[in-house]
């Protein structure tokens, strides 16, 4: 007698999934975030094996090779004092990340504090703050950063702060308006009828009902941090010599747009690739997040 | 309705005047003045007393309030001072550069939305597949790339397409010409800055296009007129993109705003004399008084861009209008 062959009789498990298939079916569903993903990791990784990717020393000037172009040697060229650029791009990662990751994570998250308190207190505190908000958000990005480094100086530390300050009101205000709403439901009634205090209630109640905002500003601050240094340090206002930075290798860029355009090509190409890396990133993150936004 | 525009400007004054005390305590909290600079910079002898004597004919030596009253007095009365570092009235500073930069922020909205539009409209219309998936990588590429560095590659650009096609290659001209004296001379320098930073704000617009109406799309009223045959572009470019409309024009107007003040990096690869390079300038010389004055000029553009776009909104919306 023969028993027709069911899932019950067949003593083989359902095939497991591993991390490829997770990751091809992710690449299907969303080939331009997973694209983004990708960008991220490699340059994570250009940030922290630096020192073996890396064919030269990004600090050594070599006058002899001033300037040459691209070649077996020097993949990408030299710049005026002889530096090799693919060098100096690979240590700048190390600058670009520190700086995007320090400035979103501690931007948004202070946005979040403040964003989540405002909306929970309400009354004066809100209106106050609100208040505050609207001053700072009247400031174009790169003028606010402009004063405030004028303030603290230059230095990848000063650049940091400058970049970080006016991240703090634009996450707040995002993350207060979807905070009010939070703020209505009877978990946060219930919370505070058994005593439990205010930091708690915002930190531990509030606060993961919000992420979705919160990582939408978080990740689209890092590819924006980044773009504020180069601009910064464009400028002379930011990262200074010698510290590899892409921003700061354009410096004068333009002046050598006709005799090497390597200079200016390459570090441009790599801050263009590692902020179209997070924002691709960014949007599947936010894809993701929002049900509306899910496609069938 | 009138009310309700009188409350909203209003509510504009604690803003402004936040703005006013806030850039007023950052630049008095940057270490040195503008006689330091003037006559201490690049580390030569300064006479002590020649310093004072600045700072007391400046002003810069009055307690604060006293600073602060004067400033605000000038800010209501209209009257902006005298720069510190070039004694021209800073009016007549911000008046021979506002031209320019207000030409470029209107060339680069316009070169916005020509762009903006019709991709985004595209992109929504054929959502997930090959062309959406190009026009977004178009436009998150805009995003990604520093405008200035843009512009280096246009240089760069120009230089070899006119060196390959002419014999000697050509740069847009530095010198400022205005639009009626001579209008070839005017675009042919302008019209660079105005697609270097067209396209990356273009970016922004794209996407709002498309998410709008990727909304709209999916309305009631859309499937109606699906089900009653019209054809798929009438519906699209007739039904759907009016109502797609009310978010773009709120960051187109925006978007403006911050042309007005925030190309400075842009006006820099250029060599544009306009307000960014003004800013720049005023800022690292401690200028207290024309910075001052430009960043209320660009504050109050953007407070006041930002009222004008919440009316038009109303006004587009009657669903607003009338709640």
């Known amino acids: ?261 390597w200079v200016p090509i390459f570090p441009g190409l790599a801050i263009t690739i590692a902020v179209f890396g997070f924002n691709l990133f960014g949007d599947a993150v936010r894809d993701a997040l929002d049900p509306r936004l899910r496609s069938q | 309705m009138y009310s309700y525009i009188v409350k909203r400007l209003l509510m504009l004054l604690p803003t402004l005047i936040g703005a006013a005390i806030l850039i007023f305590i950052l630049l008095r909290l940057v270490p040195g003045d503008v006689c330091d600079l003037k006559f201490g910079g690049e580390g030569s002898y300064a006479d002590p007393e020649q310093i004072r004597q600045c700072q007391d004919r400046l002003g810069i030596s009055n307690p604060f309030y006293i600073q602060f009253w004067d400033y605000m007095v000038g800010f209501f009365t209209l009257d902006l001072g005298v720069s510190m570092w070039t004694n021209q009235p800073v009016g007549y500073e911000i008046a021979i550069r506002f031209e320019l930069s207000l030409q470029v922020a209107i060339m680069a909205t316009l070169t916005s939305v020509v762009i903006a539009l019709p991709l985004g409209v595209i992109s929504a219309a054929k959502q997930n597949t090959m062309v959406d998936y190009v026009v977004r990588a178009f436009s998150i590429a805009g995003i990604a790339m520093p405008s200035f560095w843009l ?64 909304e709209v799309l999916r309305e009631d009223y859309v499937r109606t007129a699906r089900a009653k045959g019209l054809m798929e572009k009438v519906i699209v470019n007739k039904h759907a993109l009016k109502n797609a409309m009310l978010p773009v024009v709120t960051i187109i107007g925006i978007e403006f705003a911050f042309l007005m003040g925030g190309l400075v990096v842009t006006e820099q690869v250029f060599n544009l004399n306009g307000l960014g390079k003004l800013f720049v300038a005023a800022v690292s010389q401690s200028d207290y008084t024309l910075t001052q004055a430009l960043v209320m000029l660009v504050v109050t553009i953007f407070v006041l861009m930002n009222f004008l776009v919440d009316m038009l909104y109303a006004w587009l919306d009657p669903r607003i209008r009338y709640s």
């Open chain 2, 151 to 214: 512009g280096i590659l246009i240089i760069l650009g120009l230089l070899i397409t006119t060196q390959a096609w002419f014999g000697r290659s050509w740069m847009p001209p530095i010198i400022y010409t205005p639009i009626w004296v001579d209008p070839v001379a005017n675009l042919s320098q302008l019209i660079w800055p105005a697609l270097a930073t067209g396209y990356r704000y273009s970016a922004v617009a794209t996407r709002m296009t498309r998410s709008a109406m990727l």
């Open chain 1, 1 to 261: 007698m023969t028993t027709p062959e069911i899932g019950i009789g067949s003593n083989e498990l359902p095939k497991k999934n591993n991390v490829w298939d997770h990751f091809v079916r992710m690449a299907k569903r969303q080939p331009l975030g997973t694209a983004g993903g990708l960008v991220v990791l490699l340059i994570a990784i250009m940030a922290v094996f630096a020192p073996w990717l890396a064919p030269y020393d990004p600090l050594e000037a070599n006058f002899i090779y001033m300037l040459t172009p691209p070649d077996s040697q020097f993949l990408m060229g030299t710049d005026s004092f002889g530096r090799d650029l693919f060098s100096r791009i690979i240590y700048g990662a190390r600058t670009a990340l520190l700086i995007g990751f320090t400035c979103a994570i501690v931007g948004s998250a202070t946005g979040l504090a403040l964003g989540v308190a405002s909306a929970y207190f309400g009354g004066y505190f809100d209106l106050i703050m609100q208040r505050v908000i609207d001053v700072f958000m009247a400031f174009p990005l790169i003028i606010m950063a402009l004063a405030i480094v004028s303030i603290f100086g230059t230095g990848i530390d000063k650049v940091m702060i400058a970049i970080t300050i006016p991240f703090i009101p634009r996450c707040a205000r995002v993350v207060r308006s979807s905070a009010l709403a939070v703020r209505e439901m009877p978990f946060v009634d219930a919370a505070r009828s058994i005593g439990y205090g205010h930091l708690r209630i915002i930190f531990r109640h509030i606060a993961p009902n919000v992420m979705a905002p919160f990582l939408i500003m978080l990740t689209a601050f890092m590819g924006e941090a980044i773009l504020l240094e180069a601009s910064l340090s464009y400028l002379g206002l930011g990262v200074q010599e010698p510290t590899p930075a892409w921003g700061l290798m354009l410096q004068g860029g333009e002046e050598f747009a006709e005799s090497a355009p």
